[in-house]
């Protein structure tokens, strides 16, 4: 009947109609101090001009005299002092106050006093709120309430739109998660802040010298050592998910993986033993700080955070190790004669892994991008779709950094990376400065091996293709 900015809307013979028919049949009416005043005025009923909250009840209760079974009148054009006065100034302003009225009494709600120029629409929208919470099933006086806070959390929150009087912002609780259901993965994998990470962990040069079989055999078998250690870890960071697990499924899940893992371990005992390696041999050998450094993080995520944080810990290596070997096995390129590291690529796209990996991530179709290989992640799919959108984010930053350290595991075991620093290469491995031909390679000093008979062929950026070999050592 009357706007917020204090324009009738309505024609006086129309609010006479509204008093007659429609009143009486009102479940609730929700009319502001100038509709309300404005209603009592065309009903001929004496009103005071309210000046504290009392005078606030005896209108609303005038009003609910002509017929409705509540009324709740709203105050927001009349601010009170903190000391419960009308407002003279602005500055007064603490707080505004709506009553309730019903044949069961009054009750007076009290909300803070919001600046805002947002406001069009606040009346529309509070009625509406009620009226969906009534055919919820709330009672009158919780529809009401809820409503309220509803209207209010959509005035503190909303924005600047174009000039004037702006809405509400109505989406305030809506929240919206930046993928459809059952595409959490492939949403990480297509982040451009994962992108990085995840195709340095899944395109390693370690993984490239196996592909072309250059790999040099010490740095494989220390490789097969540190992998042992590893997935003993692994194991223990999935029996954690069990015990941090609240579902008997989830339970399950996990307990499948560690039963897995126990499998996968003999079979990589008996793949070692081709390497002249014994059981024996592995277990004496002290973990490398990057197989600690993963694992650790993953278990010191499973204490700290959540069931599923830990399940997002976990990711980066149970989905990388099928995807990096599926990915050697379907590429034509990847050398099957006389390549000492073939085995290794049919044995983790065997059934038996492929089986454990579907626990945590059902795959297929392999053969194209990872982001289109990697379909619906069983456990993590499930549990994804339950998480605000603020705790992706949190949960996305664990995958990058678990990435980053699992890449480690590889940076420790390959023997020279190459990395552009203006005209020269620099080298990731272990050893001190070494002199190749045509470039200077400077290694860091905390590594500590030396290298021999490295070759490679490199472009990276701009810098042209060619022929690296050690040719001398300066330690």
Not at 3 to 30: F, H, R, W, Y
Not at 55 to 79: E, R
Not at 266 to 292: P, Q, W
């Amino acid at each position: 009947m009357v706007s917020t900015s204090g324009s009738q809307l309505l024609p006086e013979d129309a609010v006479e109609t509204l008093i007659k028919e429609l009143l009486p049949l009102t479940t609730i009416l929700t009319p502001n101090i100038p509709e309300a005043k404005l209603v009592l005025r065309t009903a001929g009923i004496q009103f005071t001009e309210p000046k504290e909250g009392d005078d606030l009840a005896a209108i609303a209760m005038a009003v609910q005299s002509l017929g409705p079974k509540y009324v709740l009148l709203k105050g927001g054009h009349l601010p009170f002092t903190k000391y419960g006065r009308v407002a003279t100034a602005e500055s007064e302003r603490a707080f505004v106050k709506n009553v309730l009225v019903s044949m069961d009494g009054t009750s007076c709600m009290n909300y803070a006093y919001l600046r805002s120029k947002n406001t069009h629409g606040t009346g529309c929208s509070l009625a509406s709120a009620i009226a969906a919470n009534l055919a919820g099933g709330m009672r009158v006086d919780q529809a009401v309430v809820t409503a309220n806070r509803y209207v209010e959390a959509g005035i503190s929150m909303s924005k600047d739109l174009g000039k004037g009087h702006g809405p509400i912002n109505h989406f305030h609780s809506t929240y919206t998660l930046p993928f459809a259901p059952g595409k959490f993965i492939d949403y990480i994998l297509e982040r451009i802040d994962v992108k990085g990470p995840w195709r340095d962990h899944t395109h390693h040069e370690f993984v490239r010298q196996m592909q072309n079989g250059k790999l040099p055999l010490e740095n494989f078998k220390t490789y097969l050592i540190q992998d042992y250690l590893f997935l003993i870890q692994f194991a223990r960071a999935n029996s954690l998910a069990a015990y941090k697990a609240n579902d008997m499924d989830d339970i399950d899940r996990s307990a499948a993986i560690v039963r897995h893992i126990f499998r996968e371990m003999n079979l990589h005992i008996d793949y070692c033993r081709g390497f002249g390696l014994s059981r024996e041999d592995i277990v004496n050998h002290e973990e490398k700080m990057a197989c600690t450094a993963y694992t650790r993080y993953v278990l010191d995520v499973g204490q700290a955070e959540d069931w599923f944080a830990l399940q997002i810990a976990l990711l980066p290596c149970l989905l990388g190790y099928g995807v990096i070997a599926r990915r050697l096995f379907d590429d034509p390129t990847t050398k099957r004669e006389g390549n000492l590291y073939w085995k290794w690529v049919e044995n983790y796209v065997a059934h038996d892994y492929t089986e454990a990996v579907s626990l945590g991530c059902r795959m297929s179709n392999l053969k194209e991008t990872v982001r289109r290989s990697l379909q619906v992640a069983e456990i993590v799919e499930k549990h994804a779709v339950k998480q605000s959108p603020s705790r992706i984010e949190e949960l996305v930053k664990i995958f990058i950094h678990a990435t980053r350290v699992c890449c480690l595991h590889y940076s420790t075991l390959i023997l020279l990376t190459p990395i552009v620093d203006g005209n020269r290469i620099l080298g990731h491995g272990r050893g001190r400065s070494r002199t190749l031909s045509k470039s200077a390679v400077r290694l860091p000093s905390k590594h500590r091996s030396i290298f021999v008979n490295i070759e490679g062929e490199w472009r990276v950026g701009k810098v042209p293709r060619f022929q690296c070999r050690v040719t001398s050592f300066t330690d």
